[in-house]
């Protein structure tokens, strides 16, 4: 039941995120160069690298979310793993007791 509304809210979110990224681009046409160190890149309007920017941003932040998921799912596998050797252990000294 949720499902469907949460399929709503991010077609609503991306539909405006797409709308107000257009429109942004349409009104910051100005050219601007960009330097990043010794590294001088070509000129293109401002919307261009800021929206740039705003994706590589949530690329970054996506792959790091990523990283430390697995490393907590790999943490859990561990203990469920050690939660289950303990219940034998357990188990059997109740058994043998």
Known sequence: ??????AALILAMLSLSIFLGAVFATQNTEAVPL?????SL???SVAVWLLGFLVVGVLIGQL?????????RGSLAVLKRENTKLKRRIEQASADG
């Open 1 to 6: 039941m949720l499902q469907w509304l949460r």
């Open 35 to 39: 330097t990043l160190g010794t590294i």
């Open 42 to 44: 070509s000129e293109q």
């Open 64 to 72: 790091i979310s990523s990283v430390l998921l697995l490393q907590q």
